[in-house]
């Protein structure tokens, strides 16, 4: 295990990886790789089209396990709210990307890297509700969420 | 075909270790960003402008030097590929931002965690499943075969 304390350096780096792996799945597929889209792709029925996006899933899941197990910081965990909050925001967060047609990836890196103005008004919405929606839970303090 | 599963595997694996590495798999550190009144946490924005200005300068290149097709020949979407701002645009990307604040996970890190079999990224994915499904059927999204 690695002994590192979380630095800007660590933030940018792992952005720099982010970039390169979506720039090479961009590259590879011929699709815009935004998380949100590879996954709702392989709800449907197997075919080619959803067997690379496994093995891109394949890859993130090591990648991320790698970190996960060798650096203390990349390990770091703070829950976000309760299982019952999460569960909720996970059926949020699945409902509202297909509809909104991108994630952070999708729409924040990809859609804004192509130079896309659909996707900076996206990533200010939902930027800008999840800045909301933190303020609003912060202040109410409801018990079931946090 | 198959000669590009490794590829794609790579890039798995860069993104990945990219989520973990830059702390977006932690999610009381996006809350942290996200929470702009508190003890705010600026490292999402470095991630994100590290991200960005990775995948604008390498797609730039590329079609500067190679053109418009892709490493096996397909044609690259442009950012014409996203499409115009419309209602369910607008309004999904609100409802997104609503779950992302509540549980500070957004698609990538979520799954990211079932590497490490964390009990909240085993409750996210799979409600996370059901509500793309609920856009797909109940309304219309995702009919394309695009990303």
Same mark, same amino acid.
């Given at each position: 295990m690695i002994h590192s304390e979380y630095s800007f350096i660590d933030a940018l780096?792992?952005?720099?990886? +982010?970039?390169?792996g979506s720039l090479l799945a961009f590259l590879a597929s011929g699709v815009i790789p935004g998380i949100s889209g590879l996954f709702s792709r392989i709800l449907r029925f197997p075919s080619a089209e959803s067997v690379w996006r496994l093995v891109f899933f394949a890859g993130l899941l090591a990648g991320a396990g790698l970190l996960f197990a060798s650096v203390d910081s990349a390990s770091a965990y703070r829950p976000g709210s309760s299982?019952?909050?999460?569960?909720?925001?996970?059926?949020l967060v699945g409902f509202g990307t297909r509809l909104g047609g991108g994630c952070t990836s999708g729409h924040g890196v990809c *859609?804004? *890297?192509l130079g896309s103005r659909t996707s900076l008004v996206a990533t200010v919405l939902f930027m800008a509700s999840g800045i909301a929606t933190v303020w609003l839970f912060r202040h109410l303090n409801i018990p079931l969420l946090k | 075909m198959k000669t590009k599963w490794p590829l794609l595997l790579a890039a798995g694996v860069l993104f990945g270790a990219g989520l973990a590495l830059s702390g977006m798999t932690n999610p009381g550190r996006v809350i942290g960003f996200l929470d702009i009144t508190g003890h705010w946490d600026p490292s999402l924005a470095f991630v994100m402008g590290g991200?960005?200005?990775?995948?604008?300068?390498?797609?730039?290149?590329?079609?500067?030097?190679?053109?418009s097709k892709g490493l096996f020949?397909?044609?690259?979407?442009?950012?014409? *590929?996203? *499409?115009?701002?419309?209602?369910?645009?607008?309004?999904?990307?609100?409802?997104?931002? +609503?779950g992302?604040? +509540?549980?500070g996970f957004c698609p990538g890190p979520a799954i990211a965690n079932l590497a490490a079999l964390r009990p909240g990224a085993l409750a996210f994915v799979p409600a996370m499943a059901v509500g793309a499904l609920l856009a797909r059927i109940g309304f219309g999204a995702d009919q394309d075969e695009g990303s």
């Open positions: 780096a792992g952005g720099v990886l +982010i970039g390169l299982l019952v909050g999460v569960a909720a925001a996970g059926l *859609g804004i *890297g | 991200a960005l200005t990775t995948f604008a300068v390498g797609t730039a290149v590329w079609r500067r030097r190679r053109g020949g397909d044609q690259l979407p442009t950012r014409d *590929g996203v *499409g115009p701002i419309d209602r369910s645009i607008v309004l999904g990307s609100v409802i997104f931002g +609503i992302w604040g +509540i549980s």
